[in-house]
């Protein structure tokens, strides 16, 4: 099975990524990656753009997006039908809308009510998860865990690993 990077910001995620849409691809094309998800950070700033240069480059576009949810957690979505598509942009609407520009947060209920078409990753080291996990409390963690695999199904919600070289960050 090829490895395929599922958390990945462009530049369209203000302080998190730093490349073009084209430069990422362009780098998965070397890398020989079949696929990349563009997760950015509370928007779809740069899912058509990225689409339509990975499928010029003939590397699948996996659009997706890492939101915020009430309490400040990160939690990564990825589209997986046209209805999941359908439920992320109401997702982001309603962060928006309720929240503000500054501040969007996709609260658990809604998350609930529109995750049919969607794939979920448990989130990066601000993920609710992550973030139990690393205050030692692995009961919480687990509940946690499987409230999402409850709610999406264990076909559609992973735990998220990641190995970044982030200082501090090996031990979880």
């Known amino acids: 099975m090829d490895y395929v990077e599922l958390h990945c910001h462009t530049f369209y995620s203000l302080r998190d990524g730093a490349s073009s849409p084209v430069e990422l691809i362009t780098r998965a094309k ?3 990656y079949s696929a990349l998800a563009a997760t950015d950070h509370d928007g779809l700033y740069g899912a058509m753009e990225f689409a339509k240069t990975a499928t010029e480059y003939g590397v699948q576009p996996i659009t997706g997006a890492e939101v915020t949810t009430t309490g400040g957690y990160h939690l990564t979505l990825l589209v997986e039908t046209r209805q999941g598509y359908q439920n992320l942009c109401r997702l982001l609407s309603a ?3 309720t ?3 500054d ?3 996709v609260t658990l209920d809604s998350l609930r009510d529109h995750h049919a078409g ?3 990753l448990s989130g990066c080291r601000s993920g609710e998860l992550s973030r139990w996990v690393e205050a030692g409390d692995l009961d919480e963690a687990e509940r946690v865990a499987r ?3 409850d709610w999406f199904g264990p076909d559609q919600f992973f735990i ?3 190995y970044n070289l982030v200082q501090g ?4």
């Open 30 to 32: 070397q890398l020989g």
């Open 95 to 97: 962060a928006y809308q």
């Open 99 to 101: 929240f503000g520009k």
């Open 147 to 149: 409230r999402f695999r």
């Open 160 to 162: 998220e690993l990641q």
């Open 103 to 105: 501040a969007p947060e």
């Open 169 to 172: 960050d090996k031990a979880r």
């Open 118 to 120: 969607l794939i979920v």
